[in-house]
Nanobody, 114 residues
């Protein structure tokens, strides 16, 4: 079993930055890919960024170089640095771990005002 706990969400103005954290605990050895997803009101959940156990990263096109995903294996934590935020980035951001099973955190709210 793996537990994922997100933190770092909040409210910012357009152009601002936030850094999200996802702390993993439990059977983390089973996790191959860690990712960040988001869900805006009335929309489907979508992938934002992901990072493999070897450090390879992938980003959604809408990230456009504004976000950076990273991981600290010593702390079992994955980060999402978000810069140049726009109101369209508003939503609940979820951490996901993929391995033997599919794990999700509880989500953290990000609100960007214009």
């Amino acid at each position: 079993q793996v537990q994922l706990v997100e933190s770092g969400g909040g409210s910012v103005q357009a152009g601002g930055s936030l850094r999200l954290s996802c702390a993993a605990s439990g059977s983390i050895f089973s996790i191959n890919i860690m990712g960040w997803y988001r869900q805006a009101p009335g929309k489907q959940r979508e992938m934002v960024a992901q990072i493999t156990s070897t450090g390879r990263t992938d980003y959604a096109l809408f990230v456009k170089g504004r976000f950076t995903i990273s991981r600290d294996n010593g702390k079992n934590t994955v980060y999402l640095q978000m810069n140049s935020l726009t109101p369209e980035d508003t939503g609940v951001y979820y951490c996901r771990g993929v391995g033997f099973y599919d794990y999700w955190g509880q989500g953290t709210q990000v609100t960007v005002s214009s």
